[in-house]
């Protein structure tokens, strides 16, 4: 039923860019927030990046000017393009969904329960 799935991780050097995609199932984005979230080795998960139902956005500080975060309701997909990667960058990134009403204008990181399987970014030269 409901899904979610990362896709567009790799392997890319410092300075490079990657765009993250997360693609939905079962359900609709209009009525969701979706986050961006990454946990590194020996690291606590960190939430990065949302959008909410009503498409407003937040962004944690290590990435705000770098990250962006987007949506395309006819495709059911959420984006994250990662601009200006650092070593630091280098994690799992997950995307997860909590449940929102419509046009709601706020998103945080807390909360979440559905959650996708994860898609490796390494930031290395």
């Known amino acids: 039923q409901l899904q979610l799935v990362e896709s567009g991780g790799g392997l890319v050097q410092p300075g490079g860019s990657l765009r993250l995609s997360c693609a939905a199932s079962?359900?609709?984005?209009?009525?969701?927030?979706i986050g961006w979230f990454r946990q590194a080795p020996g690291k606590e998960r960190e939430g990065i990046s949302c959008?909410?139902?009503?498409?407003?956005?937040n962004y944690a500080e290590s990435v705000k000017g770098r990250f962006t975060i987007s949506r395309d309701n006819a495709k059911n997909t959420v984006y994250l393009q990662m601009n200006s990667l650092k070593p630091e960058d280098t994690a799992i990134y997950y995307c997860?969904?909590?449940?929102?009403?419509?046009?709601?204008?706020?998103?945080?990181?807390?909360?979440?329960?559905?959650w996708g399987q994860g898609t490796q970014v390494t930031v290395s030269s």
């Open positions: 959008i909410s139902s009503g498409g407003n956005t």
């Open positions: 079962a359900f609709a984005l209009n009525y969701h927030a």
């Open positions: 997860a969904a909590i449940r929102q009403g419509a046009q709601f204008r706020l998103c945080a990181f807390g909360g979440y329960y559905y």
